[in-house]
């Protein structure tokens, strides 16, 4: 009975030591004590205080798409009007203040919330050309040289505008050189992936002068 009991721990050790090697051998580092690594990553959460109603003499209400966890997600702001200059059509100046609102830098707030921009700061809008279609945007660079994240935010924040858009439908916008403008569609995919957006939009023909 003795000698039984003194054998089993001889038995015991060998079976420890190839545990503890073939833990070694997978790369896990033994330990007797469990372990803490803490809680999961947190995610962003995309979120910002509602902004007050109603419009005021400066500006406008509207709704700015930023980036936030790889997507689009609205943003309510007051939208201040630009000051007047040689443009005096109301869209224009509705689509300039958008722009600003996009190129303008993210608050603290928004920041912190995972929100930033893509648009570049000094993109402008401009008058549509003889014979573009009604609610055409020319901007001062081509739409299609924009970063994509860029262009679907122009793209959904004009889409999603009374002041610029007259309408469900795509976002008819052209470069400042004399090539047809093209259109865009602020769509699920768009939203959900701006950075997969086709540069190149479909090609709005010229209509006709007003004879």
Do not use: H, Y
């Not at 003795?2 to 896990?28: N, Y």
């Not at 889409?159 to 309408?167: E, L, M, T």
Request: proline share 12%.
């Amino acid at each position: 009975m003795r000698r039984s009991r003194r054998t089993a721990p001889a038995v015991l050790v060998p079976v420890v030591g190839v545990a503890l090697l073939a833990a070694s051998g997978c790369g896990i580092r033994a330990t007797t004590v469990p372990v803490d690594v803490g809680a999961a990553p947190s995610r962003v959460s995309c979120d910002t205080p509602a902004v007050p109603g109603g419009q005021s003499a400066a500006g406008f209400r509207a709704t700015v798409e930023l980036v936030c966890g790889s997507q689009l997600v609205g943003v309510e702001r007051v939208v201040p009007m630009p000051e007047k200059g040689a443009v005096r059509d109301p869209a224009v100046q509705a689509a300039q203040a958008l722009l600003e609102a996009l190129e303008r830098p993210v608050s603290a707030e928004e920041r912190d919330a995972g929100f930033s921009t893509g648009v570049p700061a000094g993109l402008t809008a401009g008058v549509p050309r003889p014979g573009d279609p009604a609610g055409t945007v020319r901007l001062s660079r081509k739409p299609e040289d924009l970063p994509p994240v860029a262009l679907s935010q122009i793209v959904c924040t004009m889409a999603g505008s009374d002041a610029v858009s007259a309408g469900p439908g795509p976002v008819v916008l052209g470069g400042p050189d004399a090539d047809p403008p093209r259109a865009w569609e602020c769509t699920d995919a768009v939203r959900s992936r701006p950075e997969s957006v086709p540069t190149l939009g479909e090609i709005v023909r010229p209509s006709a002068s007003p004879s």
